[in-house]
């Protein structure tokens, strides 16, 4: 069965440090997106991407975060400059035309 | 903008009782998911309904969406240990548009 992959599955960073997240979406997927959970909480909806550019985001993602998709393939989402408070589970996902969204196992980012 | 709520946060049951969570968006929605995240683990994508009124069974778990497509319940009858974990619905609006995530509500099947 198709799967979204992330890398890594755990990254540790200093506080004021950039850190990108990688994903390889489902490959016939045509819509993508970043969401985010603090530990025992909901799932946070960050930023949508269709058609190659941003089609929604939250308040969430300010100036600090950016996506970008750079080859065809790979799905990134960039922290400027990491706060202690950015420190959650960053989950990919992907969906086809109708269906549910397919996760990324995740990717556990600490900030210290 | 839209909001979804679910209750319970929380439940125990015992192995083989029933268990239902539900689900109610601020604004009417095009369909709504639900999803099944294991401890430790990512969502899962259960199912998804779109028609006003429609239920669906999957074995043991059975999915109501309201008429009026703002309301949706996810029902497990007899529980098992397997079944826990924290469930999830998911409000859509539709097209590219994200889904918004309720709460959960976290499982516990006792044994």
């Known amino acids: 069965e198709p799967e979204v992959t992330q890398t890594p599955s755990h990254q540790v960073t200093q506080m004021g440090q950039e850190v990108i997240l990688r994903c390889v979406p489902i490959?016939?997927?045509?819509?993508f997106y970043w969401y985010r959970q603090i530990l025992g909480q909901k799932v946070e909806f960050l930023v949508s991407?269709?058609?190659?550019?941003?089609?929604?985001k939250s308040e969430i993602f300010d100036d600090q975060f950016s996506v970008e998709r750079p080859d065809g393939s790979n799905f990134t989402l960039k922290i400027r400059s990491t706060k202690l408070e950015d420190s959650a589970m960053y989950f990919c996902a992907s969906r086809g035309g109708g269906s549910g969204y397919t996760f990324g196992s995740g990717t556990r980012l600490t900030v210290v | 903008g839209q909001q979804v709520m679910q209750i319970p946060q929380y439940q125990h049951v015992q192995e083989g009782e029933d268990f239902t969570t539900y689900c109610n968006s601020s604004t009417t929605l095009s369909n709504i998911q639900w999803y099944k995240q294991r401890p430790g683990g990512h969502p899962v994508f259960l199912i998804q309904?779109?028609?006003?009124?429609e239920v669906k069974k999957q074995k043991r778990l059975t999915f109501q969406f309201g008429e009026a497509k703002k309301n949706s319940s996810l029902h497990i009858t007899a529980t098992q240990t397997t079944d826990v974990g924290t469930y999830f619905c998911?409000?859509?609006?539709?097209?590219?548009?994200?889904?918004?995530f309720g709460i959960g509500t976290k499982l516990q099947v006792i044994p």
């Open positions: 998911a409000g859509h609006s539709g097209g590219y548009q994200k889904v918004t």
């Open positions: 309904l779109v028609k006003s009124g």
């Open positions: 991407f269709y058609n190659n550019e941003i089609s929604e």
């Open positions: 490959s016939n997927h045509l819509y």
